[in-house]
């Protein structure tokens, strides 16, 4: 026997319906539906397809999470989901099949930030979290930089974007190149045979007079512009484009200012931990690249396997396992789907 809790965890923030299940630190079932092919003739994710994909995915991929797991739904302690950020009818969907499940069950819900989802979900790969350490979460809503204190409680925003997150800027310099979406991968993947310094691509608030203002700050909006400015260019004039060339230039902007401005956070609190989630996170050459500079600084990095990077139950799952062992309140059964939820609110 054991007194870790058996958490379920829901995550339907965007396009993926993903159903976890952990106890205490163990993972026992991580259960994707992605509709990620219904989105891609779109270039992008439609709210409305969304919703009922996940309405559709849901009670099906609770079933295959508790089968994979080998538990009954009746064994759990406490059921977990995203109540925000993200798009609002399909956070809707997940909260409203969470209510249902703890209600049934007559277990506790705990509805968690989905950003603060992605921090607990290292837990489950490298064990407890560093206190403090500093998180760099990117994907294609989010480019954010916070000190993490205690997970549970809450966190400190250092930095976000201002315009573009590095995700979305990943899948719009995809569609210019004619890649597919999502552009994350398929970019990671021609960059490999790219050369990183054909084109000299600008680095989004990295001048003196921004920093002054924006340090910890991001901005991708003026580098996407430049790749289609660029690639404008070259065609106007008749030449052919190199999609690995201008893919892997490209995407060195993005890591260079991303772990460049990582770096400089954690240095300037004195933390010596550094943890990379999100989409964005199971790109090569960002976790390369934070790598080398961190351990040059004396900085330890944490990234979880790719598939833990991208959303997924599972992170939910940690997040609200971390919740029920350290006592928190559990949330009520009216909490509300906030699609606009602020990361210092990690219990809604």
């Given at each position: 026997m054991t007194d870790e809790p058996l958490v379920l965890g829901i995550e339907t923030s965007c396009d993926e319906t993903g159903v976890g299940i952990v106890r205490g630190h163990t993972l026992l079932a991580d259960t994707v539906a992605s509709s990620v092919e219904e989105h891609a003739r779109f270039g992008g994710v439609v709210p409305e397809v969304a919703s009922r994909a996940h309405l559709e995915a849901m009670v099906p991929t609770i079933e295959r999470a508790a089968q994979t797991a080998g538990i009954a739904l009746s064994d759990i302690d406490a059921v977990a989901v995203t109540s925000g950020p993200g798009l609002a009818g399909a956070l809707l969907v997940g909260v409203a099949s969470a209510k249902a499940l703890a209600l049934g069950l007559g277990k506790p819900i705990y509805g968690v930030n989905h950003l603060a989802a992605h921090v607990?979900?290292?837990?489950?790969?490298?064990?407890?979290?560093?206190?403090?350490?500093l998180a760099m979460l990117v994907s294609g809503g989010h480019s954010s930089l916070l000190e993490v204190t205690d997970v549970t409680v809450g966190v400190e925003p250092m930095g976000s974007t201002i315009d573009d997150a590095a995700g979305e800027a990943?899948?719009?310099v995809a569609r210019l190149l004619g890649l597919p979406f999502p552009g994350g991968p398929h970019i990671d993947r021609a960059a490999r045979s790219g050369n990183s310094v054909a084109i000299d691509f600008p680095r989004g608030l990295t001048s003196r007079r921004d920093l002054e203002r924006h340090r910890f700050d991001f901005s991708f909006s003026g580098l996407k512009t430049a790749v289609a400015r660029w690639v404008e260019t070259q065609q106007r004039a008749g030449v052919t484009i190199d999609v690995h060339d201008v893919a892997a230039s490209f995407q060195e902007a993005v890591c260079d200012v991303l772990t460049r401005k990582a770096i400089d956070a954690a240095t300037s609190r004195g933390i010596e931990d550094i943890l990379i989630g999100g989409g964005v996170a199971a790109n090569s050459r960002l976790r390369a690249m934070a790598e080398e500079r961190a351990t040059a600084k004396g900085i330890r990095v944490r990234v979880p396997r790719p598939g833990l990077c991208t959303d997924n139950g599972a992170m939910v799952a940690a997040l609200g396992a971390e919740l029920v062992q350290r006592g928190r309140t559990p949330s009520l059964l009216d909490l509300p789907a906030d699609s606009s939820q602020p990361i210092t609110t990690v219990v809604a």
């Open positions: 607990a979900v290292d837990q489950l790969e490298h064990g407890p979290l560093p206190e403090p350490c990943f899948d719009k």
